[in-house]
């Protein structure tokens, strides 16, 4: 059983584009998390929500705007797409904080 | 604020040998710490962690590392390593004080030369 899942693996798409990645955690956790992993594999905390409440906003551009419908899922979606967003992106998730738990990566490239 | 260094960008080691990944961190708080692998094109996988206890953790296919409070160090060791351990490996850390966010290092390439 996949723990924490996120759709679509590859994204490839045109800059100006609008798109989105979707995150689902079947664990029960409380909170969940974007990650940006940039081409020299530095990964740097995008957004945290805890019980569907924003905690966590890290200096990310407005074009990014995190959705979570309910405490499984936390979406990411994307406006206006730039070459520097080219990057894999993590969505994770934990109960308390603690331990973090990964997916498996979004690897999203902007022509 | 916390920050996480790691020394080695890349380590190279033949297969059965011993290994240490070096992990040191900076915080003005009590952390929790962290190892996570990364498989080539593959998401990160928790190896082991240290929250409280025991300074000596044990992890995954056979990994352990070592908290060390006065050096700020939570170095990550193998006794004998498989080609099978060629990752990239990233330590982390954590504040005890409620933010969540993990703060990563730059991540230790580990290649496994047969």
């Known amino acids: 059983d996949t723990a924490v899942s996120q759709t679509p693996k590859y994204l490839v798409t045109q800059m100006g584009n609008d798109k989105s990645i979707k995150c689902e955690q079947n664990?029960?956790?409380?909170?969940m998390y974007w990650y940006k992993q940039d081409s020299k594999k530095f990964l740097k905390i995008m957004f945290s929500y805890n019980n569907k409440e924003l905690i966590i906003n890290e200096t990310v551009p407005n074009r990014f705007s995190p959705k979570s419908p309910d405490k499984a899922h936390l979406n990411l979606h994307i406006n206006s797409l730039e070459l520097g967003d080219s990057a894999v992106y993590f969505c994770?998730?934990?109960?308390?904080?603690?331990?973090?738990?990964f997916g498996p990566g979004t690897r999203l490239t902007v022509l | 604020a916390q920050s996480v260094t790691q020394l080695d960008s890349q380590v190279p080691v033949f297969e059965e040998a011993p290994v240490e990944l070096r992990c040191n961190y900076s915080?003005?708080?009590?952390?929790?710490l962290f190892w996570y692998v990364q498989y080539p094109n593959q998401g990160l996988q928790l190896l082991l962690k240290y929250l409280s206890g025991s300074t000596l953790v044990k992890g995954i296919n056979g990994f352990e590392a070592e908290f060390n409070k006065s050096q700020t160090s939570f170095h990550l060791r193998k006794p004998s390593v498989h080609i099978s351990d060629t990752a990239e490996y990233f330590c982390a850390v954590s504040d005890q004080s409620g933010n969540e966010k993990l703060t990563f290092g730059t991540g230790t390439r580990l290649t496994i030369i047969p």
């Open positions: 664990l029960g956790h409380d909170t």
């Open positions: 915080s003005s708080v009590s952390v929790y």
């Open positions: 994770a998730s934990s109960r308390g904080g603690r331990t973090q738990y």
